[in-house]
């Protein structure tokens, strides 16, 4: 059974989706059974267009990506998810839905890209930088044992991550 990992921002337009891009696509590459989602508290309704041309740039097809709510998360027939990562301070600080499944929750902060000075040159270097360091967490993630791990020896490696 797949392990599902849904990644949380506030807008759902750039770490959040940098973030199931970033885990899609190393857990493709490693044959890993791990699938991840995207969603927001608030949607923007548009993804920031920085953060698909970072995913492109290293060959992640984005193609079906779109900003969308975590209220599609907690409907009848949603995937139930493993783990949900938070992934700006905003959306940390939310008082989240109920998650069916009681994952387990992890706060893994990046600062907004999107917020970077320099024009757009430094937006893109800001992206990179930051599509970089998420996919150096989902690295991390996807070497752990998921599937034999209790969902309390999976919160201790994940917080050991955060630190990382």
Request: glycine share 8%.
């Amino acid at each position: 059974m797949s392990t599902n990992v849904l990644i949380l921002c506030t807008h759902n337009s750039a770490r959040s989706v940098l973030s199931e891009g970033m885990l899609n696509y190393w857990a493709d590459r490693l044959g890993k059974d791990v699938r991840a989602y995207s969603a927001g508290s608030a949607p923007s309704g548009r993804i920031n267009p920085f953060a698909l041309e970072a995913l492109a740039n290293i060959g992640v097809d984005a193609a079906g990506f779109r900003s969308k709510s975590w209220d599609e998360f907690v409907t009848d027939g949603a995937p139930q998810m493993r783990v949900v990562i938070t992934v700006c301070d905003s959306a940390a600080a939310e008082e989240c839905p109920y998650w069916p499944g009681s994952p387990v929750k992890v706060h893994w902060g990046y600062a907004d890209p999107s917020n970077a000075p320099g024009g757009d040159e430094g937006k893109r270097q800001a992206f990179e930088l930051t599509r970089q360091a998420i996919g150096y967490r989902m690295l991390q993630l996807l070497m752990l044992p998921l599937e034999n791990m209790s969902n309390a020896e999976l919160q201790e490696s994940l917080d050991r991550i955060s630190k990382s």
